[in-house]
């Protein structure tokens, strides 16, 4: 039987229909038809669980017809036979019902997840990890691992290197030596992004409203494929999911203003992170803060998405007896090394074992700390027994190299819910298990017949009794020309967690190299839409700040006063200076405000940047551009209502002159927000970012021309370096040559021409600005220019090697 074209393009399913049976003989054919089959699943968006419910009438349909079409049918009836295969799909198409998902409590909450967000189960393990910080060892040797479905939780004392070991995990620091592995491969750069990670702190914008802060991330996150409708969609189920619906239009708040309760950030913490569906997350004490109840209710949103074949590991510090039983499996650290790792439900037990009993009805997480937080003495003898644990092979077995089959667990990417079925809890280590997969000769129009190419050809050799394996073919629809064969072991050692294990037994690999190019985007989204959304984002807390009264009231009323002091002043020798302290007063009065400006609103956004940038959710560039973008309005909104109002009121000889002081005046501006932005990269500390700023600002005032028009022969060049100085020159070469011209003093004037015997009355704008000015307009507006781009690129490169 030749396959069709259309094989090409199987979608990226498991076809969990049909077990096959060891003693069935399956043919080869069938497993053609059960991958066709699975095409037709992905291309309708027929659910596999409803393929369940008619298992028997649909497999024994899609049988028929393979023997019908096995031998007695030439190729030409290929499309009948498709034809067939899609009319059984549609009818089960036709029965499908709404998709709900679980809420918290396990309550139905609107529909599933969108088939974009769909995750691949991972299994994390981490073995014999050391962490050194300053030549000080943090970890000694840490070995654990948890399964897709389980949550592994991090207890220990303060200071014995929980936050250190999952930022390890996470690839958030650098391990000394061990090895950290997600579903068999090596910690890498893809891997980092893939690992979802929940800081203890809830880190967000105060002044954004939780539903926007879910779309801002999901706009960020989310592929770029997938329309903006449905990843608005999906973020109203993720509101659902963690109950957070009655919360949705509240802003975040901080210590200032009063917002979202601690138990509701937490869960937009989580929500942020749930976003793009992960298959791992990574929890930094989510309960911490919290009182019991509350505690209570984010462990159950856990303990939820646990159920849906994530892998959860989180640390915690000492939890309630009922969130303690809600755990899977427990790693228990006291100074650095393992005192215990295992299921949590046996904890006890081995205490027991070390003489240690516990009393009845008491907290099992209390007693433990206890025992962890005794001299040294116990100490040592608890940690020792675990070194001895893991000596006598008593160690769980997903931390031995003979576990894997290959190390790779399925990618179990369906556009359904993941099951939660109990049939998947009883798994068991396979000692061997084969399978035969020969190169598939494939080309645009046809595939070698079947009998050439052994297409899951499966060998069970000495299999255990009491082990079932199911086998399917998925090929990926991104890499579209590689097949993968996947095989799920039930029921396994009554010491297992009773988790269902997928494992890769063999691979196509003609076409890997395309597969490995397909797999991974380094971002969600262009460059293009990440500026786009980081402008909307930053715009919505700037246009707070322009339309802010104080702000307002501020600029119009320093306008007013500014104006007034200058108010309707005659164009004479004797005014000259005054003339001069309004344009030193706007120039150096806006830069201050730009540069503070800057550097206050950068601190702020630090945390959040840096959060974001470690989850890859955009590049450092589209931020900064789009931060500038954004800010634009209001580094030129207050100063043009400022000049427009001063300005109008000393005098305004032409329109010209007025608009060309105003674009000078936001020249100097913007390059004085380039300064700010570049002192509040480089600079954590405020008070740092504060002082610097004082010291350059006010140098550069002081080298401006206004205040001293003579320096020093050795401090003459540093003039060069203010940014004011450009600026004064300019806006005076704009006023006192382009302005109304100012009339001579009747008696002892100080300006040569003046006394010229052609003297016009009117002093030469060259006498009051300087004849040896070096630059000229143009040349002193380049330097701005200059000064302008010298900073931002400077800014830019701070940020970029200061990464988090």
Not at 40 to 56: A, C, G, I, M, Y
Not at 173 to 179: D, E, N, P, T, Y
Not at 216 to 222: C, D, E, K, N, Q
Not at 274 to 282: E, G, Q, Y
Request: a neutral charge; aromatic letters at 10%; hydrophobic letters at 35%.
């Amino acid at each position: 039987m030749i396959i069709s074209k259309d094989l090409l393009v199987l979608g990226q399913q498991y076809l969990n229909f049909r077990q096959i049976d060891s003693e069935a003989n399956t043919p080869m054919h069938s497993l053609f038809l059960h991958t066709y089959t699975s095409k037709l699943l992905f291309k309708h968006s027929v659910r596999k669980s409803e393929l369940k419910q008619s298992s028997t009438r649909f497999t024994s349909k899609l049988i028929k017809m393979d023997r019908k079409y096995e031998s007695k049918q030439p190729v030409a009836n290929t499309s009948s036979y498709d034809q067939n295969c899609r009319n059984l799909i549609a009818k089960a198409k036709s029965e499908r019902k709404p998709e709900e998902s679980l809420g918290c409590d396990g309550s139905r909450r609107g529909s599933s997840t969108p088939t974009h967000s769909r995750h691949k189960p991972v299994e994390l393990v981490f073995k014999d990890v050391c962490v050194s910080q300053k030549e000080k060892l943090i970890l000694k040797g840490i070995s654990g691992m948890v399964r897709p479905g389980e949550i592994l939780a991090v207890m220990g004392p303060s200071g014995s290197g929980k936050t250190t070991l999952l930022n390890a995990i996470g690839g958030r620091s650098s391990i000394s030596s061990g090895m950290v592995t997600f579903n068999g491969e090596e910690l890498n750069k893809q891997w980092r992004r893939k690992v979802s990670y929940v800081l203890q702190q809830d880190i967000f914008f105060p002044e954004l409203t939780l539903k926007n802060t879910l779309i801002y991330v999901a706009l960020l996150r989310l592929p770029e494929s997938m329309p903006k409708s449905e990843k608005l969609r999906h973020v109203e189920n993720i509101i659902d999911i963690l109950d957070l619906r009655a919360c949705q239009n509240t802003i975040i708040g901080d210590a200032m203003k009063r917002g979202l309760s601690g138990g509701e950030k937490k869960r937009a913490n989580i929500a942020c992170e749930l976003l793009t569906n992960p298959s791992i997350l990574l929890l930094d004490e989510p309960t911490s803060g919290l009182d019991s109840s509350t505690a209570f209710s984010v462990m159950k949103c856990l303990k939820t998405l646990a159920n849906q074949s994530r892998s959860l590991v989180l640390t915690v510090h000492q939890p309630s007896s009922q969130i303690f039983y809600m755990f899977d499996k427990l790693l228990l650290l006291c100074n650095g090394q393992v005192a215990y790792f295992g299921y949590a439900s046996k904890v006890v037990d081995y205490f027991s074992t070390l003489g240690m009993q516990i009393k009845p009805h008491y907290n099992p997480a209390d007693f433990i700390m206890e025992q962890v937080k005794k001299d040294a003495e116990i100490t040592d003898m608890i940690i020792n027994a675990a070194h001895k644990q893991r000596k006598d092979n008593d160690y769980p077995k997903e931390l031995l190299d003979e576990f894997y089959l290959s190390g790779v667990v399925i990618e179990s990417t369906s556009p359904y819910e993941a099951s939660n079925e109990k049939s998947v809890d009883h798994l068991m280590p396979v000692s061997r298990h084969q399978m035969i997969w020969s190169q598939i000769n494939r080309s645009d129009e046809t595939c070698e017949p079947c009998s050439d190419s052994l297409m899951g050809y499966m060998s069970q050799e000495s299999m255990d009794q009491h082990a079932q394996v199911e086998l399917g073919v998925m090929i990926d629809p991104d890499k579209k020309l590689t097949s993968v064969v996947y095989s799920k072991v039930e029921s396994r050692d009554d010491d297992d967690s009773g988790r269902s294990s997928w494992s890769e037994v063999a691979t196509s690999s003609a076409f890997s190299s395309q597969m490995d190019l397909n797999e991974e985007k380094k971002w969600p989204t262009s460059f293009f839409t990440q500026v786009l959304v980081l402008t909307s984002r930053n715009s919505n807390e700037c246009w707070k700040k322009i339309l802010s009264p104080l702000n307002f009231i501020q600029t119009v009323s320093l306008g007013l006063i500014t104006g007034a002091c200058w108010y309707g002043k005659k164009r004479t020798e004797k005014t000259i200076d005054d003339v001069d302290g309004w344009i030193f007063f706007c120039s150096s009065y806006w830069m201050l405000f730009s540069l503070f400006g800057a550097l206050v609103s950068f601190p702020p956004e630090r945390e959040v940047v840096n959060k974001e940038r470690a989850s890859g959710s955009y590049r450092l560039s589209a931020y900064y551009i789009a931060k500038m973008i954004s800010e634009l309005p209001l580094v030129i909104t207050l100063p043009t209502i400022f000049h427009s109002i001063s300005y109008s009121m000393l005098g305004i000889y032409s329109a010209a002159n007025f608009f060309i002081q105003l674009g000078l005046l936001l020249i100097d501006v913007l390059v004085s927000q380039s300064v700010g932005l570049f002192i509040g990269a480089a600079c954590y500390n405020i008070q740092t970012a504060i002082t610097a700023s004082a010291i350059y600002s006010l140098s550069t005032m002081l080298f401006g021309g206004y205040y001293s028009a003579s320096l020093p022969f050795w401090l003459n060049p540093v003039r060069f370096t203010s940014m004011v100085y450009y600026a004064f020159k300019n806006m005076q070469i704009v006023e006192y040559g382009y302005g109304k011209p100012l009339s001579c003093a009747t008696n002892n004037s100080l300006y040569e021409s003046c006394y010229r015997t052609n003297s016009t009355g009117f002093i030469e704008y060259e006498d009051i600005v300087g004849r040896t000015e070096p630059f000229g307009l143009l040349g002193n507006t380049l330097i701005l220019i200059l000064f302008l781009i010298v900073f931002r690129v400077l800014g830019y490169i701070v940020l970029r090697c200061r990464t988090p």
